[in-house]
């Protein structure tokens, strides 16, 4: 961590040989030629209105005098000066000086010194360096100081280090200020090894080892310079003095730099060492429980009760910070403990205000509400920044609302917030989600600057809207203009490939970063587990996990769905077991994963047990999904009854999911009674429901039921629902070609059709029989039978197997369930040409090869 120099200390010099950086024409203040007059009675009433606090009224005072020609002293106007400063009232600051100027008073160090720290403060950093390079030799060590503040606090690093370099060269021994300044100047990662070099002439100056301010400024120095917690935490244990400021320091970084267990042991050590936590503190270790995986909850309600007792219940930062917390660590996806903060709170500022409405719109389904309570925020005296302005135009394209997101965005521009990055990639972001890609790509085009994080927002639009070519081209743009990408970046491009199946371009992509040296980042190996696993290549998915150093719950729950998905019960379950092993506290997400899992192999014992375990042994409540998993479950393996029993018993009211999913396995099982009954209740909630109409239209159908048929579609005809065509798509040659049922648009369509005669004949004379009962249609037997075959995924097959080689899967996708008949077709279709043929189906994978099917037909 401690980086050494050879330097020599200089010897304090009494005036400077050299001149300070970019020094400009000298110009001196001229000597004094008037004496102030003696205005004793104005003059005392002057410092008792500084004494009193008075800073308007001292300056009235000063305003009255000069009106006679009369001028204060040196020591009055270094009072002034220091006063306004305090205050931070620099405007008040900036008439003293032209009081200070008028006088024509030969100016001290200290007047000089206090000028360049009151146009520091005051943002003016150009007027700070005119003073100090008028000061000539009148330069004291708090000069140099106070200007190496300057370039410092004005993020000028570069000018800060010239300054500090300046004055070693002219003989000035830094004291701790000096060394704070420019530490400070040093805590960003272009100039973090000069930082390294400083620390070296530090450490022979012995400032590190008394200085509380030195210590708090390494510390953030190799925080943000380098993220390196590590040497941060060296430098707090060698501080000999902390004080509450540095505890909190280093609290707060380690919730930064997602460490936030190692903020709550610091918190502990504080309290039991006897220093007193402020606001500040609580503020900063409320968000480290945000950010705790488990137990997080509790604690921060433990927190909360010392705020109440401490008497900081009205304190805005700490309210901010417990609004945030009981948001993102709701258990039941309820923001009412997080309202109810927001609520209670007497003064709101922009923070609590975007917390909130940041809040509703992460715990999902509650955009509205976070685009109530914007409006209601609008309308009172706390104006939006460009944060809010962000949050607000996600919840627009959470419902795809672009028309009231334009209407922010344009009440976003008069606040000047045009040019600002967030705002305007959230709106890009808006647009993407909207299906408004043109508008999406016009939003990025318009951009002021072009930074990186633009360049991944439109990336992961494209890729979101399942276009990988508009993403390659622009990471292509990427790399043409020399922008270094980043995780994000290739993350979403294997979301990307992964959405579509484009297995050969997330190859491409896998290369890429390789190359890039992002092997390592796990971020990126979750999304690899994932597009691999999405692509059909479940062993590649599991090589990555295998190769993995750290793995998080992410990693284990992207393995587990892998292989739910395709079908591989057995091993997903495996690997939960694991992963529990392992110490990893499985997530909701990751119980949904394995309970699908079971369903998918129909293992009720097992999901029952595992359903059982998500309270009794982590504490995680089930949502509607785990009800809707356990349905599926008894639904597919015939239970029905079970099935509606576990519904009817179930602590909440169940949603159009969980009677969706009943719904679709009483289409399965032929059971037009209770399928009814299911629908009935979908449409109760919903009556636009699409799927439901379709579920019970084929359920019927099946059954021969044609005029009940007739009458639902005449139903979703009067009611404008319009069901999703079927699609499917196979990647060759890294293009994608999709197809639709009887479709004859592809080039090859010849080839293809040929193909589909050639294969019909075959798998008939190997025993395949066409199902017509998946033929949703009243048409003849003949017509049927031309009608099933003619269904996109065999199309699919059949251009596979004309375009790909032998040794390589035929991979082909749709974007609903594949139907019975084409299931079957397709396992022939594998004996008769030998070819492994992997589909995946809105549902799961189907790997099939030599005429069985992972699925083994359940």
């Avoid at 029952?608 to 356990?630: G, L, N, Q, T, V």
């Avoid at 319009?722 to 070609?737: P, R, T, Y």
């Amino acid at each position: 961590m401690m980086a050494t120099v050879n330097l020599s200390l200089p010897a304090p010099a009494k005036s400077p040989s050299r001149p300070p950086p970019k020094l400009s024409s000298q110009s001196s203040v001229p000597l004094s030629v008037n004496r102030p007059v003696n205005f004793e009675p104005l003059r005392h009433r002057l410092i008792k209105h500084l004494d009193a606090g008075h800073l308007h009224k001292a300056i009235s005072t000063l305003d009255v005098m000069a009106s006679h020609n009369a001028h204060q002293d040196l020591v009055t106007y270094s009072l002034l000066l220091k006063a306004c400063i305090r205050s931070r009232d620099f405007q008040l600051g900036k008439l003293v000086h032209c009081h200070l100027t008028e006088s024509k008073l030969e100016l001290d160090s200290v007047l000089f010194n206090s000028l360049i720290s009151l146009y520091s403060k005051a943002g003016d950093w150009t007027k700070a360096r005119e003073i100090f390079e008028s000061m000539g030799n009148k330069r004291d060590l708090v000069s140099w100081s106070a200007m190496i503040s300057c370039f410092a606090n004005n993020k000028m690093s570069f000018e800060a280090i010239l300054t500090f370099l300046y004055m070693l060269d002219n003989g000035f021994l830094p004291n701790e200020y000096c060394f704070t300044a420019v530490i400070r100047a040093c805590s960003i990662s272009e100039f973090f090894p000069i930082g390294e070099i400083i620390l070296g002439f530090l450490v022979k100056t012995g400032y590190l080892d008394f200085d509380t301010n030195v210590g708090c400024a390494l510390i953030d120095m190799f925080v943000k310079g380098n993220s390196d917690l590590e040497s941060a935490f060296k430098v707090f244990d060698k501080m000999p003095d902390r004080n509450v400021v540095a505890w909190t320091l280093m609290i707060t970084r380690c919730t930064q730099l997602s460490y936030p267990s190692g903020a709550i042991e610091l918190f502990v050590d504080m309290v039991l060492g006897g220093y007193m936590p402020d606001r500040f503190t609580l503020s900063g270790i409320i968000s480290a429980c945000t950010e705790l995986e488990s137990e997080s909850l509790s604690l921060g309600k433990q927190l909360h009760s010392w705020v109440i007792r401490s008497g900081f219940a009205s304190d805005v930062c700490i309210g901010c910070s417990l609004v945030d917390m009981y948001a993102k660590c709701t258990i039941d996806g309820s923001l009412d403990d997080s309202r109810r903060v927001f609520d209670r709170m007497e003064n709101h500022n922009v923070m609590s205000w975007t917390a909130i409405i940041t809040g509703y719109i992460q715990c999902g389904g509650c955009d509205m509400e976070a685009i109530e309570l914007f409006c209601k925020m609008i309308e009172g005296p706390v104006p939006p920044n460009h944060f809010t302005f962000s949050s607000v135009l996600k919840a627009c394209g959470n419902l795809s609302d672009s028309r009231t997101g334009e209407q922010f965005y344009a009440h976003a521009v008069k606040h000047g917030f045009a040019s600002d990055d967030y705002v305007g990639n959230s709106l890009i972001s808006m647009y993407a989600k909207s299906g408004r890609m043109d508008n999406a790509q016009k939003a990025f085009e318009s951009l002021f600057e072009k930074n990186l994080d633009s360049y991944n927002t439109v990336v992961d639009a494209y890729a979101k809207n399942l276009d990988s070519e508009g993403a390659f081209e622009l990471f292509h743009e990427i790399s043409d203009f020399g922008v270094e990408v980043n995780a994000f970046t290739f993350t979403s491009l294997l979301s990307g490939a992964s959405s579509i199946g484009a297995i050969g371009k997330g190859e491409q992509i896998h290369a890429r970063l390789l190359k890039s040296g992002f092997q390592s980042n796990q971020c990126i190996c979750n999304a690899l587990i994932s597009m691999y696993a999405r692509c059909g290549h479940i062993e590649a998915a599991f090589q990555v996990f295998n190769e993995m150093g750290d793995r998080n719950v992410i990693t284990w729950t992207s393995m587990i769905t892998g292989f739910a998905k395709h079908g591989f019960a057995a091993r997903a379950l495996e690997i939960f077991h694991e992963m529990l092993k392992a110490g990893i506290r499985p997530n909701e997400i990751t119980y949904i994963a394995v309970l699908s899992a079971c369903s998918h192999a129909g293992l009720v014992s097992e999901g029952w047990e595992i359903f059982k375990s998500m309270h009794k042994e982590h504490e995680i409540a089930p949502r509607m999904e785990h009800y809707a998993c356990m349905v599926d479950l008894l639904g597919r393996s015939g239970l029905l009854r079970e099935a509606i029993e576990f519904i009817n018993k179930m602590p909440c009211t169940p949603d159009a999911l969980v009677w969706r999913t009943f719904l679709g396995a009483c289409r399965v099982h032929h059971d037009k009674e209770l399928g009814e009954h299911s629908a009935k209740m979908i449409l109760q909630q919903d009556p636009h429901d699409t799927a439901a109409h379709i579920l019970l239209s084929n359920l019927y159908a099946s059954s021969g039921q044609w005029e009940d048929v007739a009458r639902i579609r005449k139903n979703m005809k009067e009611r404008n629902l319009i069901k999703e065509a079927g699609c499917s798509w196979i990647e060759v040659d890294n293009k994608i070609h999709r197809f639709h049922v009887a479709d004859t648009s592809h080039p090859q369509v010849q080839e293809i059709y040929d193909k589909l005669d050639e294969m019909a004949l075959k798998i008939k004379g190997l025993g395949y029989v066409p199902n017509t009962d998946f033929v949703l249609h009243e048409l003849e037997e003949e017509q049927k039978e031309q009608f099933v075959f003619q269904h996109s995924e065999k199309i699919a097959v059949a251009f596979g197997l004309i375009t790909t080689s032998r040794p390589k899967p035929i991979r082909v996708f749709k974007n609903l369930r594949v139907c019975g008949d084409c299931h079957t077709a397709i396992k022939y279709i594998s004996m008769a040409t030998g070819r492994e043929i992997v589909l995946r189906d809105s549902n799961r994978f189907h790997h099939i090869k030599n005429g069985t099917c992972s699925c083994n037909d359940y």
